[in-house]
């Protein structure tokens, strides 16, 4: 019988007790690689701590709470603290990682070789991953998921670092094949790079009888989401403002982020604040239920790599509004299952009265994502561990 295959998984963005939706993409993937005979998972969620007297600010109380060793979910999860030097510090945070993590990953390597390192970010995961992967004289690969490549790819200290760890990397991961032609415009070897679609639980993310759902909400017009965070990138002011459009439609944002108060002040300014449900932060759960209720899922983000929440409201019989960023073309593929839009409020108007009006059905908008599961994944992403471990 085949040794099981040691994997240490190292990624920045992973749930946790005071923010569980944080990263739960990493942690769905994760769970779905540990659950195999033939695989055993240890993650490593290094947690950044600014200088004192920065980490006393209340954004980061809930981080000095967090275990530094616990079971997350069935997994064996380990929170090193690392210096984080907040807005200027970003070229020297894989560094700062590597050097926080070292003594520890070393102590566990020494009890368990590890058979490989499994970045999950490109940064600043992937050449934290190089540093720590040299020391263990281990390989490691690393996936790109979209601001990883896009905005940090932009910055030229953190390329350098980008490039040099992909270089030295044995297997590189897109979540899409248009980020994978991102990461080839930006120097990357494309033979490395293997596409790899995120996961979709098909069992909770299901279409629904949008009537009785739609009532439960206290919502009798057309009802729209947005999901993701409350930033500038992901451009729900541009909702906001279509919804001046549709003087009987409500819009649920579900997330939260740095942007909600001036959200909350538009909606006030353009008379919409009544129509608009800000949500926070909501369980995946009550995400799905959310979703399928809601007659367009509208996603205009400015940068995206493939984004779950594309895929989960397709799964849903949600037909999606977004715009032309990422792996937007390789979902959206004809208009049962929503429209490609540019970035602005009038393009999202028009394609939302488009679908109001011919509404498509709910099995034809969810057959349009029945390619993706959490097994075909986990399937994919032991392959490109075995033969990346396998190939030193």
């Given at each position: 019988?085949?040794?099981?295959?040691?994997?240490l998984?190292?990624?920045?963005?992973?749930?946790?007790?005071?923010?569980?939706?944080?990263?739960?993409?990493?942690?769905?993937?994760?769970?779905?690689?540990?659950?195999?005979?033939?695989?055993?998972v240890?993650?490593?969620?290094?947690?950044?701590m600014?200088?004192?007297?920065?980490?006393?600010?209340?954004?980061?109380?809930?981080?000095?709470?967090?275990p530094?060793?616990?079971?997350?979910?069935?997994?064996d999860?380990?929170?090193?603290?690392?210096?984080?030097?907040?807005?200027?510090?970003?070229?020297?945070?894989?560094?700062?990682?590597?050097?926080?993590?070292?003594?520890?990953?070393?102590?566990?390597?020494?009890?368990?070789?590890?058979?490989?390192?499994?970045?999950?970010?490109f940064?600043?995961?992937?050449?934290?991953?190089?540093?720590?992967?040299?020391?263990?004289?281990?390989?490691?690969?690393?996936?790109?998921?979209?601001?990883?490549?896009?905005?940090?790819?932009?910055?030229?200290?953190?390329?350098?670092?980008?490039?040099?760890?992909?270089?030295?990397?044995?297997?590189?991961?897109?979540?899409?094949?248009?980020?994978?032609?991102?990461?080839i415009?930006?120097?990357?070897?494309?033979?490395?790079?293997?596409?790899?679609y995120?996961?979709?639980?098909?069992?909770?993310?299901?279409?629904?009888?949008?009537?009785?759902?739609?009532?439960?909400?206290?919502?009798?017009?057309?009802?729209?989401?947005?999901?993701?965070?409350?930033?500038?990138?992901?451009?729900?002011?541009?909702?906001?403002?279509?919804?001046?459009?549709?003087?009987?439609?409500t819009?649920?944002?579900?997330?939260?982020?740095?942007?909600?108060?001036?959200?909350?002040?538009?909606?006030?300014?353009?008379?919409?604040?009544?129509?608009?449900?800000?949500?926070?932060?909501?369980?995946?759960?009550?995400?799905?239920?959310?979703?399928?209720?809601?007659?367009?899922?509208?996603?205009v983000s400015?940068?995206?790599?493939?984004?779950?929440?594309?895929?989960?409201?397709?799964?849903?019989?949600?037909?999606?509004?977004?715009?032309?960023a990422?792996?937007?073309?390789?979902?959206?593929?004809?208009?049962?299952?929503?429209?490609?839009?540019?970035?602005?409020?009038?393009?999202?108007?028009?394609?939302?009265?488009?679908?109001?009006?011919?509404?498509?059905?709910?099995?034809?908008?969810?057959?349009?994502?029945?390619?993706f599961?959490?097994?075909s994944?986990?399937?994919?992403?032991?392959?490109?561990?075995?033969?990346?471990?396998?190939?030193?």
């Open positions: 019988m085949t040794r099981p295959l040691n994997i998984t190292l990624s920045t963005l992973f749930p946790n007790v005071s923010a569980p939706n944080f990263g739960i993409f990493v942690e769905r993937q994760t769970a779905e690689l540990a659950s195999r005979p033939d695989t055993s240890t993650v490593i969620n290094p947690v950044g600014p200088p004192w007297p920065l980490r006393r600010h209340k954004q980061y109380q809930p981080l000095h709470a967090l530094g060793h616990e079971t997350w979910h069935g997994l999860v380990y929170r090193p603290r690392f210096r984080l030097i907040p807005r200027i510090g970003g070229a020297g945070n894989p560094r700062r990682i590597a050097d926080a993590l070292r003594p520890l990953v070393k102590r566990l390597h020494q009890q368990t070789p590890f058979d490989i390192m499994d970045a999950e970010f940064y600043p995961d992937g050449p934290a991953a190089m540093r720590l992967a040299t020391a263990l004289d281990i390989p490691f690969t690393i996936k790109a998921r979209g601001a990883d490549i896009h905005h940090w790819g932009g910055d030229p200290k953190c390329r350098r670092q980008i490039l040099e760890a992909a270089d030295k990397a044995s297997a590189l991961l897109a979540v899409s094949a248009a980020l994978k032609q991102d990461m415009a930006l120097g990357m070897d494309g033979s490395k790079i293997s596409v790899h995120t996961g979709l639980d098909q069992n909770r993310f299901v279409p629904v009888d949008r009537v009785p759902a739609k009532r439960a909400l206290g919502v009798e017009g057309p009802l729209f989401i947005t999901t993701g965070a409350l930033i500038p990138r992901k451009n729900q002011d541009l909702v906001i403002r279509a919804l001046t459009s549709f003087p009987d439609a819009v649920m944002l579900a997330g939260k982020g740095e942007a909600e108060p001036h959200y909350r002040a538009l909606a006030s300014e353009l008379g919409v604040a009544d129509r608009i449900c800000f949500l926070g932060s909501v369980s995946h759960d009550e995400l799905a239920q959310l979703t399928a209720a809601a007659d367009i899922a509208i996603l400015k940068s995206e790599g493939l984004a779950n929440a594309w895929v989960e409201a397709l799964a849903c019989g949600t037909p999606v509004i977004i715009s032309e990422g792996g937007a073309r390789e979902l959206v593929t004809g208009p049962d299952a929503g429209r490609i839009v540019a970035q602005s409020v009038e393009a999202i108007v028009e394609a939302a009265r488009a679908i109001l009006a011919d509404p498509p059905s709910q099995d034809r908008v969810r057959s349009s994502v029945s390619q599961s959490w097994k994944n986990g399937d994919q992403m032991l392959a490109i561990l075995r033969q990346a471990a396998g190939n030193r």
